[in-house]
């Protein structure tokens, strides 16, 4: 079980993102915009790790069809109570390392708010497993923070866990771009050459920019079966 599932979900989920200063608020509209320029009206959309559907919700305005994926019960609960009938979102309980899609079945798959980081599991399998269900010429979102948000980052965290959602933050194991909690809450941060190691390692073509001076993304272009791969 994830710390997400066991301590960080549903209500107080929300209460995280409910808490957070204009800076960061700015910084969470902007990774939205920013995935909202890549999507297509039409497309099937799969978003992973998404909560109480915060970001799946806003998608749904522009895609076809949007699926929010989620190991936490609380929060998929959270999120098909805010969703309600007749949405065009769908939210399971699901792991995003295995997930119980067949290939190709995406237009674009979203990972973002540092979930890459945040959801603690192998980087290169989550990417795969993104890239397995997601149609060739599709796109693959990921986001992290960017190097010069951290002052901002950590100053969330730090109401979040003055407030008793997270931990009290470890100071000795905070710095270089992670955060620590005392509870055992820990997400570090990907850098632009961490991206393309990863997606060199898999032989997929990316594009990494950073957006707002907060967040840092990585887009992934999913290339045809058989394509050549120059590592």
């Known amino acids: 079980m994830s710390y997400y599932s066991e301590r960080l979900s549903g209500e107080r989920l929300r209460r995280c993102y409910e808490l957070a200063p204009p800076r960061v608020r700015r910084h969470l509209l902007a990774e939205i915009d920013h995935v909202l320029e890549r999507v297509r009206p039409g497309d099937a959309v799969l978003e992973l790790g998404c909560g109480y559907g915060r970001v799946a919700l806003e998608l749904a ?5 949007v699926i929010g994926i989620d190991t936490a019960t609380e929060s998929i609960a959270l999120a098909r109570e805010i969703a309600g009938g007749g949405s065009t979102c769908e939210f ?8 119980a899609f067949p290939d190709d079945t995406f237009d674009a798959t979203v990972c973002v708010q540092n979930g890459i980081c945040a959801f603690r599991v192998d980087a290169a399998r989550l990417l795969r497993e993104a890239a397995r269900v997601t149609k060739p010429g ?8 960017a190097a010069g948000f951290w002052e901002h980052r950590l100053r969330w965290f730090e109401i979040q866990a003055d407030h008793g959602l997270l931990g009290p933050i470890d100071r000795e194991a905070t710095g ?31 594009l990494v920019e950073e957006v707002d001076g907060s967040s840092l993304f990585c887009e992934v272009e999913v290339p045809a079966p058989g394509g050549e791969c120059n590592r």
């Open 138 to 145: 599709g796109k693959v979102l990921l986001s992290s923070y």
């Open 92 to 99: 399971l309980e699901m792991d995003a390392v295995a997930l």
């Open 176 to 206: 270089d771009q992670t955060i620590a909690c005392l509870d055992g809450f820990r997400s570090g941060a990907m850098s632009p050459e961490g991206f393309d190691r990863l997606c060199r390692g898999l032989c997929l073509p990316c």
């Open 61 to 65: 305005r522009r895609a076809g069809r």
